[in-house]
T-cell receptor
Framework: QKEVEQDPGPLSVPEGAIVSLNCTYS??????FMWYRQYSRKGPELLMY????GNKEDGRFTAQVDKSSKYISLFIRDSQPSDSATYLC????????????FGGGTRVLVKP | NAGVTQTPKFQVLKTGQSMTLQCAQD?????MYWYRQDPGMGLRLIYY???????DKGEVPNGYNVSRLNKREFSLRLESAAPSQTSVYFC?????????????FGPGTRLLVL
């Protein structure tokens, strides 16, 4: 079983809809949680970063972390065709050995 | 500010050939990383360098070597390429290994081993 699980999709939504993405993990030592966006044939770019449990909002993006359930989510409001990409969750234990563990990524398609 | 740059962008090798992938960053970051990305496997850490002069193995180091040439540059070498090393390779950097959660990625090198 992988340490971080993420549905590969594709997730297809109409423009303007809310995109809901999530990851589950098994390592309770993880305390830093990130979401990266990766366009085709490009490197990942950091979207959101959250420490421990809670919510974080940045424009149209909201990240949620529920450490008790080992579950993290990313919501994209008012989705645009330019949001079409693969979204990767990543997490680390922090100072204990700060190597990121990535999910496999979810491919999102926003149709005009 | 170029960020993280990687060369080459694309390479085809024959089994047994060697090559070095180059990576450089201009953000004055201390830590640098090499990942490979395969379909359905996500990004897997090959090697990392917490600071200039140090390197450590990641999740999948077999068949690779690295050199942290200076603070800016971190190279990945394949001594004898195998078809299983066909992948997309990403270099990343972060300011600090402890707070290395903010990793910045290069554009990637696509490697095909025949």
């Amino acid at each position: 079983q992988k340490e971080v699980e993420q549905d590969p999709g594709p997730l297809s939504v109409p423009e303007g809809a809310i995109v809901s993405l999530n990851c589950t993990y098994s390592n309770s030592a993880f305390q830093y949680f990130m979401w990266y966006r990766q366009y085709s044939r490009k490197g990942p770019e950091l979207l959101m970063y959250t420490y421990s449990s809670g919510n974080k909002e940045d424009g149209r993006f909201t990240a949620q972390v529920d450490k008790s359930s080992k579950y993290i989510s990313l919501f994209i409001r008012d989705s645009q065709p330019s949001d079409s990409a693969t979204y990767l969750c990543a997490m680390s234990a922090g100072a204990a050995g700060n190597k990121l563990t990535f999910g496999g990524g979810t491919r999102v398609l926003v149709k005009p | 500010n170029a960020g993280v740059t990687q060369t080459p962008k694309f390479q085809v090798l024959k089994t047994g050939q060697s090559m070095t992938l180059q990576c450089a960053q201009d953000m004055n970051h201390n830590s640098m990383y090499w990942y490979r990305q395969d379909p359905g496997m996500g990004l897997r850490l090959i090697y990392y360098s917490a600071s200039e002069g140090t390197t450590d193995k990641g999740e999948v180091p077999n068949g690779y070597n690295v050199s942290r040439l200076n603070k800016r540059e971190f190279s990945l070498r394949l001594e004898s390429a195998a078809p299983s090393q066909t992948s997309v390779y990403f270099c990343a950097s972060s300011y600090d290994r402890v707070r290395g959660e903010t990793q910045y990625f290069g554009p990637g090198t696509r490697l095909l081993v025949l």
